[in-house]
Every structure is written in C-alpha cells, then in structure tokens.
C-alpha cells in the first residue's frame, strides 16, 4: 500500500476518486492518521449529507466521528488500481507503453509517454506505479 504522503501528492496533482467497494482510504489531520479504512456497506458507506457526499460510519458506536466528507478524505489506491489508471493515461503510446520489472531494490515502473522512455524506481511495485502516474499528472497540470 502505498503512503499517506504520496497517496496526497496524488491528490493534489488531480488524481480523482471514483468510489468503490474494497476501496482503502485514510482521514488525515483528525487523530487517525494511523488507521487504514475499507469502504463496505456493513459499516463505512458513501452517503449524502446535507447535500454533500460523506463518508459514514454505521455500527462504529464508540467513535465519536459519524461522518466526513469525501473532499476530507485521502483515497489509498491498491496496485491494481494504480496500473490501471496508468493505462488509462498511456492510452495511445507506442507499444509497450507500460513495464513493471522487478529489481535488486525493489520495482521499476517503465512509460513510454510522448516519444520520451521514463523511469520510476521504489520499494514497491505501487509506489513505483505511484510515482508514474504523479509525473503524468503532474505534467498535465503544467500543459
């Protein structure tokens, strides 16, 4: 899994959640920065409150918190969903557009993005796929 660190970097850069169940997420600057948390219907659901979209808790009766809004929180995206966003931004690009090899270190994620080979290294296979994708959505922010 990748960290809280990075997963806000993504954010910032404009990487946009689209809710699903399974989904880990974390609620940053509240005193729970240590806790990973799983969307399910048993008991963390998306729901509307007061016209905006939430993140509520049902059956969590010794927490105080009921519910935080989705803009509040900090998706943490698996490997898969980091690959597959990637794929989706390579769209278009020169077979093969995207690598995944494993190294002595760790991960190193290959692009082809507009005529440029580019690299990204790390512990993990999704911080390396993490870090991809950031340039990607960095670079768009910039154009």
């Known amino acids: 899994m990748i960290s809280l660190e990075l997963a806000q970097e993504l954010k910032r850069a ?3 959640w ?5 989904d880990f997420f974390m609620v940053p600057d509240r005193g729970l920065d240590d806790h990973v948390f799983v969307v399910n219907n048993m008991t963390v659901m998306i729901e509307e409150v007061h016209g905006q979209l939430a993140v ?8 105080a918190l009921d519910h935080v809004l989705v803009t509040e929180v900090i998706w943490l995206p698996t490997e898969a969903q980091l690959r597959e966003q990637l794929e989706q931004r390579l769209v278009g690009e020169p077979e093969p557009a995207l690598v995944l090899i494993s190294t002595a270190d ?3 994620c290959e692009i082809q993005l507009q005529g440029k080979f580019l690299a990204f290294e790390a512990f993990g296979a999704g911080d390396a796929y993490a870090l991809a994708l950031l340039y990607i959505l960095q670079q768009q922010m910039s154009s």
Do not use: D, P, S
């Not at 509520?56 to 927490?63: A, D």
């Open 56 to 63: 509520t808790f049902h059956g969590i009766v010794e927490w």
């Open 106 to 108: 760790g991960y190193r």
């Open 14 to 16: 404009g990487l946009t």
């Open 18 to 22: 689209k809710m699903a169940q399974n």
